[in-house]
């Protein structure tokens, strides 16, 4: 994850993008609000793919692990 970062003097600590004080869950809201990849970078052009699809990586990789547990249905 050498595009992901995280400073306790930038953001409270947050995970960003390194080299910016974009965080990876600012990413992820856009993305989850169907804003494109493509609005993101033109938005923001000093964020690359690279730096999105790092973000999604993040994520999923925040969400291993090896305890599972049984969802109750709603």
Same mark, same amino acid.
């Given at each position: 994850? #050498? !595009?992901?970062?995280?400073?306790?003097?930038?953001?409270? =600590?947050?995970?960003?993008?390194? =080299?910016? !004080?974009?965080? &990876? $869950? *600012?990413?992820? $809201?856009? /993305?989850a609000s169907d &804003?494109? $990849? #493509?609005?993101?970078?033109? #938005?923001?052009?000093?964020?690359?793919?690279?730096? /999105?699809?790092?973000?999604? !990586? *993040?994520?999923?990789?925040? *969400?291993?692990? #090896?305890?599972? /547990? $049984?969802?109750?249905?709603?």
């Amino acid at each position: 994850m #050498d !595009r992901i970062t995280a400073n306790p003097k930038i953001l409270g =600590g947050k995970p960003i993008i390194k =080299g910016s !004080r974009i965080s &990876v $869950e *600012f990413i992820l $809201e856009l /993305l989850a609000s169907d &804003v494109s $990849e #493509d609005e993101i970078i033109e #938005d923001y052009p000093h964020i690359t793919k690279q730096d /999105l699809h790092a973000c999604l !990586r *993040f994520a999923a990789n925040t *969400f291993k692990n #090896d305890i599972y /547990l $049984e969802l109750e249905m709603a």
